[in-house]
C-alpha cells in the first residue's frame, strides 16, 4: 500500500490549503483513510478520518468546523480542506491507511509528509 501526500504550503492566518493523498490500487477501496500531524516538539495527533466507503468522518475536536475530509473514489485520493487556519494548525501533514477507521492511530501504512505552515 502506497500513500502519496501533497499539497501543503506556507499561508497566512485565515487562510486555506487542501491536501491530497493518493493511495495506491486497491488499498483506497478497502482502507479507510485518516490525516494526522506532528508540531515541532510535539507528538504526533490524529486530525481527519474517513471510513473506507466515505459513509463515516472524524475529526480533531480544534479542527471541526474548519477542515473537511473527503474521498474522490475515480480519482483514489483522499483530501483535506482546511479553511481558517491558525498558527497553531502549522504542523507536518502525514495521510495514513488502516483497515478500520478506529485503527488509524496505530496505521500501518503512512505516506511521506507534506508541511503546512500558518503565519500569524
Known amino acids: 500500500v502506497q500513500l502519496q501526500a501533497s499539497g501543503g504550503g506556507l499561508v497566512e492566518s485565515g487562510g486555506s490549503l487542501k491536501l491530497s493523498c493518493a493511495v495506491s490500487?486497491?488499498?483506497?477501496?478497502?482502507?479507510?483513510t485518516g490525516w494526522f500531524r506532528q508540531a515541532p516538539g510535539r507528538e504526533r495527533e490524529f486530525v481527519a478520518g474517513i471510513s473506507s466507503g466515505g459513509t463515516h468522518t472524524n475529526y480533531l475536536d480544534s479542527v471541526k468546523g474548519r477542515f473537511t475530509i473527503s474521498r474522490d473514489k475515480d480519482k483514489r485520493t483522499v483530501y483535506l480542506e482546511m479553511n481558517g487556519l491558525k498558527p497553531e494548525d502549522t504542523g507536518v501533514y502525514y495521510c495514513?491507511?488502516?483497515?478500520?477507521?478506529?485503527?488509524?492511530?496505530?496505521?500501518?501504512?503512512w505516506g511521506q509528509g507534506t508541511q503546512v505552515t500558518v503565519s500569524s
Open positions: 495514513a491507511g488502516a483497515p478500520f477507521l478506529d485503527r488509524l492511530n496505530s496505521a500501518a501504512y
Open positions: 490500487g486497491r488499498a483506497f477501496k478497502v482502507y479507510a
